[in-house]
């Protein structure tokens, strides 16, 4: 099968600029999760899906950071404006359902603030 | 804050040797898992261990988990060059075991060394 497919790999922007990234679930995975991973660090939940409802964004900073997931699929993660610190590998991951045991991680996006 | 801290951080050894590390954790969990991460890759699932549990075994992987004493170590036997990588824990809440949310350690870096 497929695995979960992120866009773009890479990203330089200046600081206080916006920007997207994309992601593309494995079929049929009902739950998506967008991580934030800063360099020598774990990754971090920033939201959780089940279908196109949010279950857990207790860690997204809401005045920059939206997220959405419409039809339940694929789903994009925005930063606007961006600040230095948002430098970070941005991984988004599926499951089959939530409390499921294993998640899927795709390649991620590095995402360089100037 | 992020669950688990691992030790050692990074650690180095020869091909054909064996790897220990250890995670602890700080709140009761329903279960927890170990995740390998290469240069430029994403996250891949390796072996999940639940609080019932005390060894699990997986190919030439060996976890183990104290409940007792919060802590997991993660065994890698004859290890080899591809198994060079950054090895996180992450763990499942008893609170989150509906969600499956999982909080992820700071990792170890292994190299091994051909």
């Known amino acids: 099968e497929a695995g979960v497919a992120q866009s773009p790999r890479y990203k330089i922007i200046e600081k206080r600029q916006s920007v997207a990234f994309w992601c593309n679930p494995i079929?049929?995975?009902?739950?998506l999760y967008w991580y934030q991973q800063i360099l020598g660090q774990g990754p971090k939940l920033l939201i959780q899906f089940q279908n196109n409802g949010v279950v857990d964004d207790s860690q997204l900073p809401k005045d920059r950071f939206s997220a959405e997931r419409l039809k339940g699929v694929d789903s994009t993660l925005k930063i606007q404006p961006a600040k230095l610190e948002d430098s970070a590998v941005y991984l988004c991951?599926?499951?089959?359902?939530?409390?499921?045991?294993?998640?899927?991680f795709g390649p991620g996006t590095r995402l360089t603030v100037l | 804050s992020q669950q688990g801290e691992e030790d050692p951080q990074a650690l180095s050894i020869q091909e054909g040797e064996n790897a220990t590390m250890n995670c602890s954790y700080k709140t009761s969990i329903n279960n927890l898992q170990w995740y390998r991460q290469n240069s430029g890759r994403g996250l891949v699932h390796l072996i999940l261990?639940?609080?019932?549990?005390r060894e699990k075994h997986s190919g030439r992987l060996r976890v183990t988990l104290d409940t007792s004493k919060k802590s997991s170590s993660l065994l890698i036997t004859a290890s080899r060059a591809a198994d060079t990588a950054s090895y996180f824990c992450a763990t499942v809440g008893r609170g989150s075991s509906n969600t499956g949310k999982l909080i992820f350690g700071q990792g170890t870096t292994l190299q091994v060394k051909p």
């Open positions: 079929s049929g995975h009902a739950t």
């Open positions: 991951a599926s499951s089959r359902g939530q409390g499921s045991n294993e998640q899927f």
């Open positions: 261990i639940r609080s019932n549990e």
